[in-house]
């Protein structure tokens, strides 16, 4: 079974708050709109995320699992970072499972008051092979 977690009424409000910011160049702890064609529709799809850097290579994960921007991410291959006006096209690649303990670690530290719910019994000085059993639920795209 794929990992998903639905938002709640208040991470929508959250959401959209961030969103509101963002769009209008005020970037909240890294914070960016991330823009995807939806898979089906064509139409662009649009979401807050948290844009991570570890070691000079950032990412992009998606704490509450396999999302519909994760899925169309997959189908479009692309997308675009939105901060204000200033618009990144992005051609993102899935890390393996294997790949994701440091990058999840990080994430985690990084923002564990906004999604540590997410991670249950996990946080940033989990083991390897902790992270690694939580892996398949967290995409991560390397950009």
Request: charged share 25%; hydrophobic share 40%; no cysteine.
């Amino acid at each position: 079974m794929t990992r998903y977690i639905k938002p709640k009424r208040s991470t929508n409000a959250f959401n959209e708050v961030v969103s509101l910011l963002t769009r209008m160049g005020f970037s909240v702890w890294g914070s960016r709109v991330l823009a995807v064609r939806g898979r089906k529709s064509g139409e662009w799809r649009t979401n807050p995320v948290n844009l991570l850097t570890v070691d000079g290579v950032r990412y992009l994960v998606a704490p509450r699992g396999h999302t519909q921007w994760v899925r169309n991410m997959r189908a479009a291959g692309a997308g675009e970072l939105r901060l204000g006006r200033r618009v990144e096209t992005i051609t993102p690649t899935e890390l393996a499972d294997a790949d994701k303990p440091p990058v999840l670690r990080a994430y985690i530290k990084r923002w564990k008051f906004e999604v540590g719910a997410f991670f249950e019994n996990i946080d940033h000085t989990s083991t390897d092979e902790e992270l690694l059993a939580i892996a398949p639920g967290f995409p991560v795209f390397r950009l």
